[in-house]
């Protein structure tokens, strides 16, 4: 018998069922419908240096979004948000760090197939695809604001720039929209030049004379080493069988009399001074006897093989060959600086052990010496300290939390809601066996690990972590255990913000417990060192970035200022702490390196003054900053510091290599491309920076500015490349932002100065660069990408786009790396390495496409341009 049902009972089950709908009773499979679009609108808004952009979302599940029942969540670089002049349906509120939310207006509804357009507007602009917010997922709650069901945006567009307003930053940006065409007038002065006059090595060693005939290496060619160098033995023979397919014969002790033998390798060390230099320098002499390589030390012998395997064919890393032809040469070299670094960040966006050792081989190969590993930051802690298990158990993994006070870290650059999740970099951190491996690794390789303890400010996952403990002691009623380590003063009200948007970023310096943190942590990683069989004798305590406000309602502060009546207020507890901590570490017998803030002042005007408190310690300040404040290393240098040089406009290469917007990298500091690696002068800085990050000639800048004053240049210690990890997810772009960067770092690192250094006509000096340059760029295309493609199992280089231009129906084409080979098509296609090969200008119609290829067949982005 059929059922009758009243109506009102379905009509009860219809409003039953959509009441559900609105509760926040959403499955995932519904909730990956709900689409959302995010718009670039423009830079050029009033007022000046503010951006527009706009959200759009369309609900394509069953599921009826209301005022209470949703927020979403996502990652974007930190930039603030004003309040709407026009109501938005929706406001977007900037939380902590790069983690904001849009969170619905009152009586917001939006129903199945709905859809709705929120715009805002923030500071600075936004040019870059990577700016876009990232990692973006929806939170629903229920009646009572609970959070019932995370789910990640499945369905999310980014739409492109292409727009003047979108690819520049407002008025004030002088720099050209990109196109083939600006790139093509920007290459105008590169040539490509023939084999013989490429550089045979980079960096570029003090001297080297070629000479006529050729010593052929073969599997049977013996490897003899001194006493003490079998590790540069076993290195130099592990690269040789990845070029002939063959383990070469190797031998401890030296060779008889060279008449009495076959050709072979000799590696030894002796009495070697290159340009006064007598540490790290060595002789290689390839002559009919075969191969000498000798070295002032180990070092140096190492250098002298990486110098050997560049001089093999690159035919010979495309494929195992039985012989190798190196030609006849004698090289003489030593390093300009004892110290060349690199800087790399595996806090904010983590890298495996593996990608880490692919680094340290490149660095070695191009003869740089020091890896500072960042491996603390706010939003990561990355190493395994014993006793300590919440610094990795929650300072080593991000995920969505229900507010700021949770003893948890948030989603960072587009990590995501979820710890741990595959694909993403948020989370992860190294093993004490993990690092113990890393450190020997780059011990083979010559390269000193530097480990970096950012403090006071950059700290959040070390507060964080140092919180859950707090709080599991309290539970278990062990409170003196529980301040053993504790970070913060719980009662500090202070209001600040850091350059990175952080609200509660820095630790205090008037807690004893902060000493014992960083003093626990120093001694556990040096026993890492012990375990790796080596000594930690340099420690890195970062410093940088405290924010204005901070201590100032606090009353530990309070209260140490009361006692400490020398100390003049708040701004100058960052030096207190640093005074405070560094008998410390000196005890250990540590050299103490730190951002250029260890050795600063802020004064209440919020100028930094060099502070000659520290001058004779063992502390080395980190200069990054050569833009708001543009003579700072000039000046910590004559000050008596021995300074590092890090010059963002120059070394920075998480900075985007242009201002295309598919460029990833950030720009605050400028665009820093290979080039700018290479052209930096180091006592006569002001020579090299030619531009604000906005394109304004700097000249006028250096006006009244102190240069370096030439007692002072024995203390420029060394130069460092940095790589923050904001942009970088993952090991591809991690390279692609490494190379070839590297190569030009490289040479202003290790090679003699350069001629064009010391020219003070700027007229004169542009034409010695531009020289030089030419012979660098061609030999890091004709000779270095390609093999960079075949080590290693292959590295993720960046290959520039061509320029192009038509005039009167010709196609004419250039690439800044001179030595690449130009294809393009007409027809709309992506070029490949069989398209047309673009050699003298040809007569074209209609759309041309342009790639550029090296030896190894690797291609870079298209560019395009059209015939008018």
């Not at 070092?299 to 030609?327: C, E």
């Not at 913000?497 to 609200?503: E, N, R, T, V």
């Not at 190894?856 to 015939?867: D, E, I, L, M, N």
Request: with cysteine.
């Amino acid at each position: 018998m059929k059922k009758i049902f009243p109506l009102s009972l379905i009509l009860l089950s219809m409003l039953l069922i959509a009441g559900c709908k609105r509760s926040g009773n959403i499955s995932k499979e519904q909730a990956e419908k709900i689409a959302v679009s995010w718009k670039l609108v423009s830079n050029f808004t009033e007022p000046q240096g503010t951006f527009k952009a706009q959200f759009t979302i369309r609900n394509e599940s069953d599921f009826t979004l209301d005022d209470s029942n949703w927020k979403l969540f996502w990652n974007m670089s930190p930039r603030p948000i004003q309040s709407n002049k026009t109501p938005q349906p929706a406001v977007v509120e900037h939380i902590n760090g790069d983690w904001y939310q849009m969170v619905p207006a009152k009586d917001f509804i939006m129903r199945p197939k709905d859809s709705m357009t929120i715009t805002y507007t923030g500071t600075e602009g936004v040019i870059k695809e990577t700016d876009a917010p990232l990692g973006l997922y929806f939170v629903f709650y229920d009646k009572e604001g609970k959070e019932k069901e995370i789910v990640e945006v499945a369905d999310y567009t980014i739409e492109p720039f292409t727009t003047k307003e979108q690819i520049l930053r407002g008025k004030m940006d002088l720099k050209e929209v990109p196109t083939a065409e600006t790139r093509y007038k920007a290459n105008a002065g590169f040539t490509r030049l023939g084999e013989d006059q490429l550089l045979k090595i980079i960096p570029s060693p003090v001297k080297l004379v070629p000479a006529a005939g050729t010593f052929t290496l073969t599997g049977k060619t013996n490897v003899y080493y001194q006493d003490g160098l079998e590790n540069e033995a076993k290195y130099l023979i592990s690269k040789l069988k990845a070029l002939t397919g063959t383990d070469l014969p190797i031998q401890a002790g030296l060779p008889g009399k060279p008449s009495s033998e076959e050709p072979a390798i000799v590696l030894k060390t002796g009495k070697v001074t290159v340009n006064g230099v007598s540490s790290e320098a060595y002789h290689l002499n390839i002559n009919p006897s075969g191969v000498t390589i000798e070295g002032s030390d180990a070092a140096g012998v190492f250098y002298g093989v990486q110098s050997l395997l560049q001089l093999a064919p690159t035919d010979a890393y495309q494929k195992a060959v039985a012989s190798i032809g190196f030609g006849f040469v004698q090289v003489q070299d030593a390093p300009r600086f004892q110290f060349r670094s690199l800087h790399l960040d595996v806090a904010r966006n983590f890298q495996t052990k593996e990608s880490v050792k692919r680094v340290i081989d490149l660095l070695s190969g191009y003869k740089v010496n020091h890896l500072l590993l960042y491996t603390t930051e706010d939003e990561g802690w990355r190493i395994e300290i014993d006793g300590l298990p919440e610094l990795t158990q929650v300072g080593a993994q991000r995920q969505h939390m229900s507010g700021m006070n949770a003893n948890a870290l948030h989603p960072g650059y587009g990590s995501g809601p979820v710890a741990n999740e595959k694909g993403k970099h948020g989370s992860g951190y190294y093993t004490k066996a993990d690092f113990i491996e890393i450190l020997r690794y780059a011990h083979e390789r010559h390269i000193k690990i530097i480990p970096e303890l950012n403090f006071p400010g950059h700290a959040l996952a070390a507060i964080k972590s140092m919180e859950a403990r707090y709080e599991r002691l309290m539970k278990e009623g062990k409170e003196k255990e529980a301040n053993e380590y504790r970070l913060i003063d719980p009662d500090d009200k202070s209001v600040y913000i850091s350059a990175q948007g952080y609200k509660n970023n820095v630790v205090s310096p008037a807690r004893e417990s902060t000493y014992n943190f960083f003093v626990k942590v120093v001694d556990e990683i040096a026993k890492l060192y012990e375990q790796a069989g080596l000594k930690m004798d340099t420690f890195h305590t970062g410093g940088d970035e405290v924010a204005d406000g901070v201590w100032t309602k606090s009353p530990m502060a309070a209260k140490l200022l009361a006692e400490h009546p020398e100390v003049k207020g708040p701004r100058y507890l960052q030096t207190y702490f640093f005074r405070k901590l560094l008998p410390m570490l000196e005890k250990r017998g540590l050299k103490v390196h730190g951002w250029e803030e260890v050795a600063l002042n802020k004064t209440e005007t919020g100028a930094y003054l060099a502070n000659p408190e520290f001058v004779g310690h063992q502390v080395y300040p980190y200069v990054w900053n050569n833009v708001y404040d543009v003579d700072l290393g000039n000046r910590l240098a004559n000050a008596g510091y021995p300074v590092v040089l890090c010059n963002v406009t120059n070394f920075y290469f998480d900075m985007s290599y242009n201002n295309d917007p598919k460029e990833p990298g950030l720009y605050w500091g400028g665009f820093v491309d290979t080039r700018d690696n290479w052209a930096f002068a180091p006592f006569n800085m002001f020579r090299t920076t030619e531009e604000t990050s906005m394109g304004k000639p700097m000249k006028q800048e250096f006006v009244g500015k102190q240069q370096m004053k030439p007692e002072a240049r024995k203390n420029v210690y060394g130069i460092e490349a940095q790589l923050w990890s904001e942009t970088i997810k993952g090991r591809d772009m991690m390279e692609y932002s490494i190379l070839p960067k590297l190569l030009g770092f490289s040479e202003s690192a290790w090679a003699a100065e350069r001629k064009w250094e010391n020219v003070a006509d700027d007229a004169a000096r542009k034409v010695m660069m531009a020289e030089g340059w030419n012979i660098f760029a061609n030999s890091i295309a004709q000779k270095h990408l390609p093999r960079l493609k075949y080590i290693n199992g292959g590295y993720n280089y960046r290959l520039p786009q061509p320029g192009a231009i038509i005039e009167n129906g010709m196609l004419k084409a250039n690439v800044e790396l001179p030595g690449l080979a130009i294809r393009y098509t007409t027809d709309g296609s992506e070029p490949t390495e069989t398209s047309q090969l673009y050699e003298n200008p040809v007569k074209v119609s209609g759309t041309v496409t342009l790639k550029s290829f090296d030896l190894a067949g690797r291609s870079s982005r298209s560019s395009v341009v059209t015939v008018r």
